[in-house]
């Protein structure tokens, strides 16, 4: 079943504009994660946070994580073309079973 | 570096026919995964291995078989192929249970 849900299921904004993006979960988790796809590629990891940190950055990249809402929102600064992608949440549960549990994922599209 | 390297990228089969999809690595990785993707459905893990000679069934494992040959190749087969099976497939490695690396997909479609 899925664990994630992102919201919205899609997002059109202007080149240079900030990109919001949320992600609501279900169960406890050991971490979460962001993965950008490209159209026709495979998934691209793009950022990890613990369920004890609550913000993260890289680059232009910024992931909250509230534990007690099981929420995360990914922010995308300063937008670009090759922004344009899907992006999915990816939780880790924990326990016995292994492998991450996706979102269905949000189709981000940038206007030049 | 290759990475994660799947074969074939695209296959049609007909119902009832068979076929293996290849996965293999080369970052060392313990762990390897095969998803499928539908459309509005997500990622959804078929089956996972989380060790050499080790494989466990993931949300979605009926109508498929796999073998983690050796540490670098996880194949996926699909005995009697299905409709329902249409789908992208995708192969992913990691060490322990972070970052997962995945290939570039395979797409299959059942008529």
């Known amino acids: 079943s899925q664990q994630g849900e992102e919201d919205p299921q899609a997002l059109s904004i202007q080149e240079g504009e900030n990109a919001t993006m949320n992600c609501s979960y279900k169960?406890?988790?050991?971490?979460l994660q962001w993965y950008r796809q490209n159209s026709g590629r495979g998934l691209v990891h793009l950022i990890l946070i613990r369920s004890n940190e609550r913000e993260k950055h890289s680059g232009r990249l910024r992931v909250t994580l509230d534990t007690s809402k099981k929420s995360s929102s990914l922010l995308i600064t300063a937008s670009r073309a090759a922004d344009t992608a899907s992006y999915f949440c990816?939780?880790?549960?924990?326990?016995?079973?292994?492998?991450?549990?996706f979102g269905k994922g949000t189709h981000l599209i940038i206007q030049p | 570096n290759a990475g994660v390297t799947q074969t074939p990228k695209f296959q049609v089969l007909k119902t009832g026919q068979s076929m293996t999809l290849q996965c293999a690595q080369d970052?060392?990785?313990?762990?390897m995964y095969w998803y499928r993707q539908d459309p509005g459905m997500g990622l959804r893990l078929i089956y996972y291995s989380a060790s050499e000679g080790t494989t466990d069934k993931g949300e979605v494992p009926n109508g498929y078989n796999v073998s983690r040959l050796n540490k670098r190749e996880f194949s996926l087969r699909l005995e009697s192929a299905a409709p329902s099976q249409t789908s992208v497939y995708f192969c992913a490695s990691s060490e322990g249970r972070w970052i997962q690396y995945f290939g570039a997909g395979t797409r299959l479609s059942v008529l």
């Open positions: 990816a939780t880790d549960a924990g326990g016995g079973a292994d492998g991450l549990t």
């Open positions: 169960t406890s988790i050991n971490n």
């Open positions: 970052m060392n990785h313990n762990s």
